[in-house]
């Protein structure tokens, strides 16, 4: 039996009771792995346009709760494919634990599973990285992307400045508690890193923080100490699909002068910018990010 034979248990779906949002708009399945269950939610066409099938990848810190506004425009003409990444959101518990690699790995198995032949991706941050790594996995089955939120790391002092950080980052993470969601304020407080304007939406902040607050935590300090590797930017310069790089310029979490630099190392890749907008624009800026979606993807 092979590694992939034993991870994967070939009756792999089931689907779970789905209170979330109405019966026509999605269904969501589990898919087993000797890791753990791996949650994908599955949006079908309302009005199918014939396009190929769009792929959402969430980033670090986060699960796939935060495109389900995207994946519900997106999914007015095309099917949507939102999983919550191994120890992350539903897809918990998890162990071993799992870096950028395997969580990679994990994508792969979902578009062989649902026998995407092709498939569109929008990754956000840290789920841009794992599109770049997908693509250069299933080079024949990627047909564009977009990368949201993201860019390389300029020189070896940046990449030592972001894992100082991630050192910080990992202490604060030992003191997390479920309930900490339901201080007042402090969703509030979390979010100010993130936005430029934080959303008036308080159960939307409230989901973001328990997402963080959740995270299994082996499996975030092994993903953020992917981060830095080279072979991020190594298939990003091999990418040979339509590629766009959606940048927000108030961003707090990515260095927005690496843009420029991360645009021409991926070959034909096209830049948009929002203004006014931290890391989520798909959140803070919905509308006009679905606007640059729909110029850029076949939907």
Not at 29 to 54: E, H, M, N, Y
Not at 166 to 190: C, E, H, N, T, W
Request: proline residues 7%; glycine residues 6%.
């Amino acid at each position: 039996m092979t590694k992939t034979e034993a991870l994967w248990n070939p009756d792999i779906l089931m689907v779970p009771t789905d209170t979330s949002s109405k019966p026509e708009e999605k269904k969501t399945i589990t898919l087993k792995q000797a890791s753990g269950p791996v949650v994908v939610d599955i949006w079908p066409a309302r009005k199918p346009s014939g396009a190929t099938p769009i792929l959402l990848i969430h980033g670090w810190g986060g699960s796939g709760s935060y495109w389900q506004d995207t994946a519900r425009r997106l999914s007015e003409t095309v099917q949507v494919i939102v999983p919550d990444l191994p120890g992350t959101g539903r897809s918990l518990p998890v162990n071993p634990p799992q870096n950028m690699f395997d969580q990679v790995n994990t994508l792969k198995h979902i578009v062989e599973t649902l026998q995407l032949e092709k498939v569109q991706i929008v990754g956000h941050s840290m789920g841009a990285a794992m599109t770049l790594l997908l693509t250069e996995q299933l080079p024949d089955r990627v047909e564009r992307m977009v990368l949201t939120s993201m860019c390389f790391f300029m020189t070896d002092k940046q990449a030592e400045i972001y894992t100082s950080i991630m050192k910080v980052v990992r202490l604060m993470m030992r003191i997390r508690f479920k309930q900490m969601a339901d201080i007042p304020g402090l969703s509030y407080m979390m979010a100010l890193r993130y936005f430029y304007r934080v959303p008036n939406d308080p159960d939307a902040l409230r989901q973001g923080f328990l997402d963080y607050l959740t995270l299994d935590f082996e499996t975030a300090a092994a993903c953020a100490k992917n981060a830095t590797d080279p072979s991020i930017e190594a298939a990003g310069a091999k990418v040979q699909v339509p590629a766009l790089l959606i940048a927000c310029r108030q961003d707090q979490v990515m260095p927005v002068e690496n843009v420029n630099y991360t645009v021409d190392v991926i070959p034909n890749c096209q830049l948009r910018w929002i203004e006014q907008c931290g890391h989520l624009p798909m959140v803070e800026k919905a509308d006009e990010y679905m606007g640059i979606l729909y110029d850029f993807l076949q939907v």
